[in-house]
């Protein structure tokens, strides 16, 4: 049998894998893992509920929070809110764990489930199992006032905006903003947030109905953006996605500042200012080698990890460092939040702004992206990539002909056959040049009989 948790918790279609059922069943079996296998004996757990705007969010919300409260414990539904916004009131109120309701970026029939442990943390996959084993057991099921109670988080917005007003060292008076919320989680406070910090905010994409979340608008469908940006005559545009958990930006003249060039600005900033921890930003593989050849003459070492948010924050909770992030727009300020925040990403890159009195494209340009060309080889041993003579050599012919002006990476898909061939390089034909070559090595190589 699969397993039920994937790379960012449980998610799926909504009442066909997320049912009524299922939710139940994790939340009476989190009521154990992370609550009552937390907490002293004769203490009642405390849980944080909050979920985005897609209309399965209701009956899911309710029936975990049905399950938690029939297990014993206490519920703080917070209602619609961010990813973000969670984790940080788990860590507030002193919460023993929280429960997260969205699918992020996917289209509003999905829906997903994601824990978190004590203080907002993303569960280690070792927890995940353990919820997943409970639920073929029998749940808790205390009787009279045992049982846990279901109130309303009614301050929880207010809370998770503060704290994001506390967190910005130059407020925003002078700079109009343009905000895409994808008709997600972050509708009501990104914009609260933004006006609260003294800029002229436009908003686009905030309007959820239940159905049309990240339709058209929002991080993974920029157009609506860059077009009201230029309309408006903004200096900044912020794009969420439907949880609110990453941010792209766009300059006043409808360019897209992605996630590598944020965290740059950001590296920067920091840098500058004495906080950003060993002088370190922690990227994916996937990052551009632009910005590593930026974050070089800034004098900012690079740490870089497997793609996926959770490996950027496993290296950044071994090794200290307080920024990280990926190219998506997933950016991950320790200082102040636990998991990506792009409601904070959108802040911190407009406080820049504000403070140097700079453009978004003139901070941006410090990073020169180079010409990349991925290429996807389908039906061959993926798992031999890493070892096959032929392939190896073929590999190290290319990182000699690119020397340090490009680079080559060769990445096994997790689910299909498929070899991933990505080139970046000085110019686009030279990538292009360089990864057919090595495409056609790897599906001559690798093919499967």
Do not use: W
């Amino acid at each position: 049998m699969a397993r039920l948790f994937g790379t960012d918790g449980v998610r799926g279609l909504a009442n066909e894998l997320i049912t009524p059922e299922l939710s139940m069943g994790l939340a009476q079996a989190a009521a154990v893992v992370l609550g009552f296998n937390e907490v002293e004996a004769g203490q009642r757990p405390i849980a944080v509920v909050a979920k985005d705007p897609r209309i399965s969010g209701d009956f899911i919300s309710a029936s975990i929070e049905a399950g938690l409260a029939a297990s014993g414990v206490d519920v703080f539904d917070a209602g619609t809110l961010p990813t973000p916004a969670a984790a940080y009131l788990v860590a507030d109120l002193g919460a023993d764990f929280g429960v997260m309701i969205s699918a992020s970026h996917n289209p509003a029939p999905d829906n997903g489930i994601k824990f978190l442990a004590r203080g907002g943390q993303k569960l280690d996959d070792a927890i995940e199992d353990a919820i997943e084993a409970r639920l073929s057991q029998e749940p808790l099921r205390p009787h009279g006032g045992e049982v846990g109670r279901v109130r309303r988080f009614a301050d929880a917005e207010d809370r998770y905006v503060m704290h994001l007003l506390q967190s910005l060292p130059h407020r925003l008076e002078g700079l109009k903003v343009v905000i895409d919320a994808a008709h997600g989680a972050a509708s009501g406070c990104s914009p609260e947030a933004f006006k609260a910090a003294g800029a002229e905010v436009v908003v686009i994409g905030a309007s959820p109905n239940g159905v049309n979340i990240n339709d058209g608008y929002g991080s993974t469908h920029l157009e609506a953006l860059q077009a009201a940006v230029i309309e408006h005559g903004a200096d900044l545009g912020v794009g969420h996605d439907g949880d609110a958990d990453r941010c792209l930006t766009v300059d006043a003249e409808g360019t897209i500042v992605d996630g590598d060039k944020e965290m740059a600005i950001m590296a920067i900033a920091m840098k500058e200012a004495g906080t950003l921890k060993d002088d370190t930003l922690v990227v994916t593989v996937m990052s551009n080698l632009g910005l590593k050849l930026a974050m070089k003459e800034h004098g900012i070492q690079l740490v870089e990890t497997g793609v996926g948010d959770r490996y950027v924050l496993e290296a950044m909770r071994a090794g200290g460092y307080n920024l990280g992030g990926e190219q998506s727009g997933h950016v991950i300020m320790a200082d102040y939040a636990t998991t990506g925040d792009g409601v904070l990403t959108g802040l911190q890159i407009a406080s820049r702004m504000a403070a140097t009195g700079k453009s978004l494209k003139e901070l941006a340009s410090v990073v020169t992206v180079l010409p990349q060309v991925l290429i996807n080889v389908r039906g061959v041993d993926k798992a031999a990539a890493a070892t096959d003579a032929a392939v190896l050599a073929a590999v190290a012919r290319a990182e000699e002909q690119l020397g340090d002006t490009g680079r080559v990476l060769l990445r096994p898909s997790g689910t299909e056959p498929v070899v991933r061939v990505m080139v970046e390089a000085a110019d686009h034909q030279s990538a292009q040049d360089v990864a057919r070559s090595l495409a056609q090595t790897v599906q001559t190589e690798l093919a499967l009989a």
